[in-house]
């Protein structure tokens, strides 16, 4: 690692073009007169509705994986797909789309580069509050909406893209490709983690994993991700009898657990948006002055991140304070009550048992177990105090460890290089306060250098009613991981030369 931090200050000393080579123009030429018909095979794409979240539409999920897979097959890749064991004996183990793990290219001379992708969905209705069909790819002023867009199928087809138009140029391309790419991400990656470890060998000559299923912190300038937070998914419920009861011949006779479960709920945070809960905070690390000094760099619009969530007023006021709570610290949020009557009018009823559902947005140096025991002997803590005769329990459905990178790593150097050259400037270098589990899973288990290299702008609403891609993010986007691969190959090259000299001396 000393090696390879001495030869990227060394490139960075001599001044490393980068100025797109002949090779790029052509290269980006061949982008620009084929994307219409990128665009054709993205609207194909967001067409099939892989909702992974219902189980009825699982089967879609499970064509849009062999939609996928048949793509790869036909720019040369060998597939395999992968069947899924979810190891949980309900209905959501049903059906589970298999798991792409594809490959192109096996020269030794070359790097390999592993791209991680997904193809299935969030659920999507045009009465949700669509103004498109949202499985009908639609150019509005140059925005691309539709399910997918830009959560992921637009960059999953923008790699396949870009390894497209090398070939279709018949140049060489630069690196070797391997590919994994599921259809459950958006539940959960069911299954993903036994896969990968089952399957370590698949990734024992990958030199480096990119992920590009997140957004830039900007409309307009490019960003590269090195860190996500984690996330903790609590359920309580809250239980009194067997059945619901008529609130006039019970109400004000009983403990209601709903009431129960509002006392409980509202304990967690205060107004400031701070956790409540003993020691929560213990082992948050603090801010470091290096990383200071990124957040300085960073142009941060308030106003703009404001209109793109339509938010009139954050709990914070200056950039610093809010990127360091959206990235670096843990949030709290809480996110419904499964048990209660929400349908429109009113029903006079009490509800015997109510689940409340809360999540804890963890960071790097937080453990899992002692966030869970912490909130546990809380909740039960504040619930004694209530004298209720009803029944608490808590539980944690699922979790999911925060994720942070060298950002002096090679990886990320070719990565500046490449958005510099494709976009005119430098990245800002970004934390997400969202979880992806893959990043950690990844680094984890292969051992890998694993990079963040999002290409959709703050504005695309991932998950929202307005979900899209911009054209120009697209097209861009593919442009940028095509020079993503002449960067890693260059530097691949330099740093085996550099190791080369050193062990001849």
Sequence with gaps: MILALSVIMLLFEAGVSSSSSGLENQIFQYIDLHQNEFIQTLKEWVAVESDSIQPERRQNVTQMVELTADRLRAMGATVELVKLCSHKPDVQSLLLPPLILAELGKDPQKPTVCFYGHVDVQPAKKEDGWKTDPYNLTEIDGNLYGRGATDNKGPVLAWINAVESFRALKLDTPVNHK???????????????????????????????????NLWLSNRKPALTYGTRGNICFSVEVQCGERDLHSGSFGGIIHEPMTDLIALLDSLVDTSGRILIPGVYDDVASLTEEEKKLYEAIEFDLEEYKNNTGVKKF???????????????????????????????????????????????????????????????????????????????????????????????????????????????????????ATIPIAQMLQNITRKSVMMLPIGAADDGEHSQKEKISRYNYIQGTKLFATLFLEIAKLHGQLQEASNTTTAN
């Design 179 to 213: 590919f994994i790419i599921e259809g459950m991400e958006e539940a959960g990656s069911l299954g993903l983690e036994e896969i990968i470890k089952e399957n370590q060998r698949f990734f024992s000559d990958v030199d480096y994993i990119v992920i590009s299923d």
């Design 315 to 433: 709990l914070y006021d200056t950039k610093e304070e809010i990127l360091s709570h959206l990235w670096r610290y843990p949030s709290l949020s809480i996110h419904g009550i499964e048990g209660a009557f929400h349908e429109p009018g009113i029903k006079t009823a009490i509800p015997a048992k109510v689940i409340g559902k809360f999540s804890i947005r963890q960071v790097p140096h937080m453990d899992i177990s002692i966030v869970k025991r912490q909130v546990i002997k809380y909740l039960e803590d504040v619930f004694s105090k209530r004298n209720s005769p009803n029944k608490l329990k808590v539980s944690v459905p699922i979790s999911a460890m925060p994720w942070v990178a060298d950002i002096n790593d090679p990886l990320y150097t070719a990565a500046r290089t490449a958005i510099k050259t494709v976009f005119g400037q430098d990245p800002e270098m970004i934390r997400d306060g």
